[in-house]
């Protein structure tokens, strides 16, 4: 017991001898205060949290429906994707489409003369010739371009139907076909109104490029 004691009073004596020590400190070291916030930045959180809460707000009221815009876009541009890449012909064929539009289009030059000849017809008060000379060298200008399209025995009511034609083509082969049936199979002479209709409908067609 008489060990045990002297051991514990040696504790006792180095544990004050330490903290005798002026050079340790004991005493609990004093925080510095915190750095103020600028007031310019202050005012700036605060100037930007008046300006972003009305869109905040407005973004999470709209945020189901606009979810389901982003899920649609999001669909569209993985259906575009794999079409690109698996090289799937949708495009391709809407594109082949209009470029066989286009290689039923007259040249300008031809059409323009066309038109110029048929003019001159007309103004002499000829004007089923003027329409009928339009129907012949149209469907001859479509043949130099297109002779898969037409055939020696095509009318301009056939072609008003082909799907290979542009809109505008086949409008101008339905008036053609109309004033032409009428002068054959009703025996009218044509009027200038006639010829002013399959006239235009044909410049549509073959002079208004898109």
Known sequence: MTTGAATSEGAVDAWRAVRSDSDIQFAPIAQPDPPQTPEWLRALGEFLVDLLAPVARLFVAAWPVLMWVLIAIGVALLVLL???IFDIPVLKRRSKASDQSEDTLPDRAEAEALL??????????????????LLARSIGQIANRRPDLVHPSSTARELSRLDALPDAGRRAFAAIARSVERALFALEDLTERDWNEARAAYADFALERG
């Open 116 to 133: 110029s000849d048929a003019d001159a017809l007309a103004a002499q008060g000829r004007y089923g010739e003027a329409v009928r000379l």
């Open 82 to 84: 794999i079409v690109r």
